[in-house]
């Protein structure tokens, strides 16, 4: 992604303001940044499923070299669709309630990558065992309201990597679950992740996660990007003020005294102050 | 030490509504089964567990939002236990709490200062507008917020009203109910240093319900685990850090992804 | 973010107050209308005149004055008549459309708010109840009570509080599960007391909205029964009957029936226009 920005249609202020960030092949990049920051309409800009109300006014999303927002429409979902998938929050209303769980994995595959039913069927088994469900045949079988939502989101990952996709976003994927069933479903994304060698964009507020996860990360603030570096440098000694202040906010019960410390509100002035000047840069 | 709650075997069970015969009625799923602690006047203890632990049905039965099926529980020397609603009034002063989602805990058609004037208003107190200007500056926010509607607040601002109106009424306790789980990290650290100086400042009893064992950590001495209806461990917070009891805990503690790549995880 | 819901809000505010005010507009003519109806009227409704039979409203070739809207083939004056129409068709909806609003509103409450047994009741009753085909119901109602227009009331009232019941219900339980309801039992909150402080402002809109559509829905059930001959049974205008009769001569003399049709399409969609703009314009989230 090189200097994107996007906004809602008719207003003054970007909702990201020259964003610039890459993935490479089968490295997984974190974002991290509080609510309202941007992250998830990263995710969606790349995937191409921006509101009807927000639109793009600079910038290129890059993917293998081509750019998506130079495409005719209907060519840039035929690339994304066959390229990357998404991981999304909720578990809960990401399934149709009405459809078992079996058309809604190979729905995508037979009809957008043409593959043949049976093929289709027999991926979606494998899948869900390589997710580690028990008795896939029954639960290909099943409702989404009759299962729990950490099975939920295990189906839900195993639609996203059912295409071996070059790269998806993950959009918050564990915020909903509980601490034990976080660790289960990430080990299971990084085992994932590792074996087809996907490049993941990983979406998170939670720097814990980021530290085990990913090897890249970015952080956001309204729309801007503060700093993006690998992961050990930045644990080790974060550069920038604003993520040292996230850092020393985050819970660390190793460290109850250094951990969860408000961000400091000369902090939130310097950043604010930062992205004013980058907004007044780019209109000059 | 003066005991603010004592709660012996405590049980509680619902009705299971989805599994109602067409006649007679529905059958009971036991979610509290059997709990026993004591919450000494003054302490902050934190109650922690996983989704279905039952530690919300527990929070709820504190204060009297639920009825317990069996047990007793008994707030400074008066059995709660089945008190009838008339019966409680009077201790409801006592003790308030604090609930998770602020969109829902909030009137959407009421104005801040009705809110956090209500229940003054409801138990007799008399300088209902200066109280409520009293409880806006305890916790951080402008008085003319009293004015404005719910909606027109950021998420931390209206945890924030939530947390004036449990302590407008002066209660000797709280229970706060998984407050700052939907909240960013920076907002959750200014509400926990707020609960940590008005628990100093107003000499409040506090039961923080938290599936987040590190924020817990920080802000209670003492921490209740449960798992599924029942208490499995029960220790000082240093503690039950460094040397956790029960095999659940462990399990609760393995599972926290601390900011540190170098911590054995994945 | 800010800008996006300021242009939604501004839109859904101008959209409000043009609406509120027509509608209001509208209506408060009408009542003015009816209840000064036998002094403003320029000519005595039942009044017949074969002579004056048939008269085109003022604008047209062959129009006398002080006919304004024409005249009917047993030559009434248009005019007179859809004013002293609105007379019965404003009664009815007021009356009909408030005491169902009451009736079916605080079953709907209880049975949202109270749950139990109190909601089986409630429920398996409204479940009964509309089980009756309601024009059916309605004839038999009138046959029964006689035609009148207390028996047109009583029908509607008998016949549509399931509606409000049913739909108040759902809100109320989905009010009644939100915090502030148990914050307000926290802090000490008799049930009584909830239900009227609490819900009721969040469920109002939804009842303005409803009690609006009922009224619209009353005049056109009056309309339909005098268009049947089942409404009142004096020779007093209605707006249904001045249809029925328009409806043979709408060769020769179209405004008889277009009249009193425009008249009543138009009250129907103000009923419906005020209720929305009423409730928009309350709402705190658009203030």
């Known amino acids: ?284 | 030490m003066d005991k603010l709650y004592e709660v012996r075997d405590l049980r509680l069970s619902l009705a299971d509504l989805t599994a109602k015969p067409l006649l007679g009625p529905a059958p009971r799923i036991e979610i509290l089964k059997g709990l026993s602690f004591d919450v000494p006047r003054g302490a902050i203890i934190g109650i922690v567990g996983g989704s279905g632990s039952g530690k919300s049905t527990l929070g709820r039965a504190l204060v009297r939002l639920l009825e317990p099926s069996g047990g007793s529980i008994r707030f400074a020397d008066t059995d709660i236990t089945h008190l009838n609603a008339a019966s409680l009034r009077p201790l409801r002063r006592r003790f308030q709490m604090i609930f998770q989602d602020p969109m829902s805990a909030l009137n959407p058609r009421h104005r801040v200062g009705t809110i956090i004037g209500n229940p003054l208003a409801l138990h007799g107190i008399d300088n209902i507008a200066s109280r409520v200007a009293e409880a806006l500056d305890h916790v951080g926010l402008p008085r003319l917020l009293a004015r404005r509607y719910p909606h027109e607040l950021s998420g931390g601002q209206r945890q924030r009203v939530g947390i004036a109106r449990a302590i407008a009424l002066m209660p000797e306790f709280i229970l706060a109910d998984e407050i700052v789980s939907g909240l960013d990290v920076s907002t959750q650290a200014q509400v926990l240093q707020l609960l940590e100086r008005l628990v100093a400042d107003l000499g409040l009893t506090l039961a923080f319900i938290s599936h987040d064992l590190s924020v817990i950590r920080r802000l209670c001495q003492r921490v209740i685990v449960l798992h599924q209806g029942q208490i499995v461990e029960e220790a000082a917070t240093a503690d039950l850090f460094a040397a956790p009891q029960s095999a659940y805990t462990r399990d609760l503690l393995d599972a926290i992804p601390l900011p540190d790549p170098d911590q054995i995880w994945v | 973010m800010a800008d996006r819901i300021g242009d939604g809000r501004g839109q859904v505010r101008r959209r409000a107050g043009a609406r509120l005010w027509l509608s209001a507009v509208w209506l408060g003519l009408l009542v003015l209308g009816a209840l000064l109806a036998p002094w403003i009227a320029p000519k005595d409704p039942l009044a017949q005149d074969l002579f004056l039979g048939r008269l085109p409203p003022f604008w047209l070739a062959g129009a006398e004055p002080g006919y304004w809207l024409g005249t009917d083939s047993l030559g009434r004056d248009v005019a007179s008549r859809i004013l002293h129409g609105a007379r019965v068709a404003l009664t009815v909806a007021l009356v009909a459309g408030s005491v169902t609003c009451v009736i079916g509103a605080t079953l709907g409450l209880l049975a949202g708010v109270l749950r139990g047994w109190v909601d089986l009741v409630i429920s398996r009753l409204i479940d009964i109840w509309m089980a009756f085909p309601p024009i059916l119901f309605s004839i038999l109602l009138i046959a029964v009570l006689g035609p009148g227009l207390w028996s047109i009331i009583i029908a509607i009232v008998v016949i549509d509080w399931t509606r409000f019941a049913r739909v108040i219900r759902a809100e109320a339980m989905a009010q009644g599960a939100m915090d502030y309801v148990a914050s307000a039992e926290v802090a000490g909150r008799g049930l009584a007391s909830t239900m009227w402080a609490e819900i009721l402002p969040n469920v109002l809109p939804t009842i303005v909205v409803l009690l609006t559509l009922e009224m619209g829905i009353a005049v056109i059930v009056e309309a339909i029964l005098s268009f049947v001959n089942l409404s009142i049974s004096t020779d007093d205008p209605t707006w249904g009957g001045m249809i029925a009769e328009g409806r043979t001569s709408i060769h020769q003399a179209w405004w008889v029936l277009v009249f009193p049709l425009f008249t009543l399409f138009l009250t129907v969609l103000a009923f419906s226009q005020l209720g929305e703009g009423l409730k928009d314009h309350y709402d705190p989230v658009l203030r």
């Open chain 1, 1 to 284: 992604m090189r200097d994107l920005s996007i906004r809602v249609h008719g207003a003054r202020e970007r909702l990201l303001r020259s964003v610039s960030l890459a993935v490479a092949a089968g490295e997984v990049h974190g974002l991290v940044g509080e609510s309202g920051a941007g992250k998830s309409m990263i995710g969606k800009a790349i995937l191409g499923i921006l509101p009807r109300a927000v639109e793009v006014v600079a910038g290129q999303i890059l993917l293998d070299g081509t750019d998506l927002l130079t495409l005719p429409p209907t060519e840039r979902r035929r690339r994304i669709g066959a390229s990357c998938a998404l991981i999304p929050q909720d578990p809960l209303t990401a399934l149709n309630p009405s459809r078992r769980i079996a058309p809604q994995i190979t729905d995508r595959l037979v009809d957008i990558l043409g593959w043949d039913r049976a093929k289709a069927d027999a991926r979606a088994l494998a899948l869900l065992g390589e997710v580690q469900i028990a008795d896939p045949a029954r639960v290909l079988r099943a409702y989404p309201h009759e299962l729990s939502g950490g099975m939920r989101q295990r189906i839900l990952i195993a639609s996203a990597f059912a295409a071996e996709p070059k790269l998806i976003v993950a959009d918050e994927p564990t915020t909903a679950l509980d601490v034990t069933v976080q660790k289960q479903i990430l080990r299971l994304i990084a085992g994932l992740q590792a074996r087809q060698r996907t490049a993941l964009l990983f979406v998170t507020h939670d720097l814990g996660v980021v530290s085990k996860v990913c090897q890249r990360l970015s952080v956001l603030y309204a729309g801007h990007v503060v700093e993006d570096t690998d992961v050990r440098r930045f644990f080790a000694s974060p550069r920038h003020a604003y993520s040292r202040a996230l850092l020393a906010a985050t819970p660390k019960y190793t460290d109850p005294e250094s951990s969860l410390i408000p961000v400091p509100d000369a902090v939130i002035e310097a950043v604010r102050a930062e992205v004013a000047s980058a907004d007044r840069s780019w209109h000059g």
